[in-house]
Each structure stands twice: as C-alpha cells, then as structure tokens.
C-alpha cells in the first residue's frame, strides 16, 4: 500500500502563496530594472567615449536572475517545501 503525503488544506497556504506570488514578480521587476539601468549606462558610457566595463555589471544582474528564478525549484529539490509541517 503506498502511503501518501501530508498536504495542508488550500486555505493553509493560500497567504503565503500569495505572498510568494508577490515576491516573484518583484524579483523579475528587479531584474528587468538592473538590465535596463546597466544598458543607460553602457549607452551613456558609449555616446560621451568613455571605454567602461559594463560585461561585469550585466553578469551581476543576470546571476541575481538565475538566482531568483531557480529559488523555487531549488527549495523543493532539497525537500524544504515541508520543512515547517510538523503534523504528519
């Protein structure tokens, strides 16, 4: 007999999904927003001939991309999605 696992009624959750919810689209606003300041910059850089280093500044923005885009699946391939139930 295969046993299944504990999942909380919807309305457990339903707060904090949304809060996550919230959060996620920040976190593309915020990525959206880093790639568009560092291109002003490059571009101004670029139109009054100072020779800047704008590779290192999109490589920030882009690994803090990956970095919120992979903290879902990241958090439940290491199995923390349950970490706080206790009821089983």
């Not at 299944?4 to 707060?15: F, H, Q, R």
């Not at 999109?58 to 803090?64: E, P």
Request: aromatic fraction near 8%.
């Amino acid at each position: 007999m295969a046993t299944l696992a504990y999942e909380p009624p919807p309305d457990t959750t339903k707060g904090l999904n949304q809060v996550l919810g919230y959060l996620a689209w920040l976190v593309t606003a915020a990525g959206v927003a880093g790639l568009l300041i560092v291109g002003s910059r490059m571009a101004v850089a670029l139109k009054t001939g100072d020779a800047e280093e704008h590779v290192r500044e999109y490589l920030i923005v882009l690994v803090a991309c990956v970095i919120g885009a992979c903290a879902g699946p990241l958090v439940e391939f290491l199995g923390l999605v349950g970490f706080w139930n206790t009821e089983k």
